[in-house]
Nanobody, 116 residues
Framework: QVQLVESGGGLVQAGGSLRLSCAAS????????MAWYRQAAGKQREFVAV???????DYADSVKGRFTISRGNAKNLVYLQMNSLKSEDTAVYYC??????????WGQGTQVTVSS
């Protein structure tokens, strides 16, 4: 089993920045991908960014050029640096992880609120 814990959410003004962190514990050797998703009130959960073993990344079009996903020095840490935040970025952000192509494990989420 793998446990994921997100942190770093909060309230920020439009144009500001936040960095989210995701710490994985348990069988982290089984993880080949770690990703971020978000869910705004009344909307479906959507993909934000992913990083896979080897360092390749991918982003949703809506965050390209503004968000950066990266790994920490420890394999169990993943970050989401969010710059130039917009009100439409307001959502609960979830960390997900799993083997190739799958998000088997999910964190509890962290709220990000961007005020305009």
């Amino acid at each position: 089993q793998v446990q994921l814990v997100e942190s770093g959410g909060g309230l920020v003004q439009a144009g500001g920045s936040l960095r989210l962190s995701c710490a994985a514990s348990g069988r982290i050797s089984s993880l080949n991908r770690m990703a971020w998703y978000r869910q705004a009130a009344g909307k479906q959960r959507e993909f934000v960014a992913v990083i896979i073993t080897g360092g390749s990344t991918d982003y949703a079009d809506s965050v390209k050029g503004r968000f950066t996903i990266s790994r920490g020095n420890a394999k169990n840490l993943v970050y989401l640096q969010m710059n130039s935040l917009k009100s439409e970025d307001t959502a609960v952000y979830y960390c997900a992880a799993g083997p190739w192509g799958r998000d088997d494990y999910w964190g509890q989420g962290t709220q990000v609120t961007v005020s305009s």
